[in-house]
């Protein structure tokens, strides 16, 4: 995990993965409660790819019937759905690939079967940092290899020390 800047000041943005919130429980649950009263308290907001999304029970062909805890969350504020990537920005397309190439290296998979979610994650941080969205991103997510290289990424494609990734399990055993 990299500590190069503060997340919580006034231009950083939080982008999260499924594990996240799968890691909370249900609505209900301290853990899920602790996670919004910490983005309320620092008045953040995560931000989740589209992918993350569908994963939490979002799309609306995977969706159970009543209002699902992500759902809820995005409209009380404190996580929001980022667009699609723009996937013709050869930065985007770069750091993704990047991502995966580490992913494959460091678990020992084929690049073919990491999961889109986890380049998604670098998709959406890339674009927040490139657009000026935001000055830094941190990228909280429970796999270590995903957060490992979209910092790896990032930073071998010109966002040294503008994203660092936290640990989802730690920062739920900090908040509880």
């Not at 995005?74 to 759905?81: H, L, Q, Y």
């Not at 770069?94 to 690049?111: G, K, L, P, Q, Y």
């Not at 790896?152 to 900090?174: C, H, M, P, T, Y």
Request: proline share 3%.
């Amino acid at each position: 995990m990299t500590e190069s800047f503060d997340v919580f000041q006034e231009s950083g943005a939080w982008v999260a993965d499924t594990g996240l919130f799968v890691a909370c429980g249900r609505q209900q649950h301290n853990k899920y409660t602790a996670l919004e009263r910490f983005a309320r308290r620092n008045d953040l907001t995560f931000v989740i790819p589209q992918r993350v999304y569908d994963e939490l029970g979002g799309a609306p062909d995977r969706s159970t019937p009543g209002q699902t805890p992500i759902n809820s969350a995005i409209e009380a504020g404190w996580v929001k759905v980022a667009g699609e990537p723009d996937y013709t920005n050869s930065v985007v397309s770069r750091v993704m690939d990047d991502v995966r190439t580490f992913i494959a290296h460091s678990s020992n998979r084929a690049e073919d079967t990491i999961e889109k979610t986890d380049t998604a994650l670098a998709a959406v941080t890339v674009e927040l940092l490139d657009t000026g969205e935001s000055d830094f991103v941190c990228v909280v997510t429970t796999d270590t290899d995903a957060g490992e290289g979209v910092v790896s990424a990032l930073e071998a494609n010109g966002f040294a020390n503008r994203v660092q990734w936290k640990d989802g399990f730690e920062l739920i055993d900090e908040i509880t």
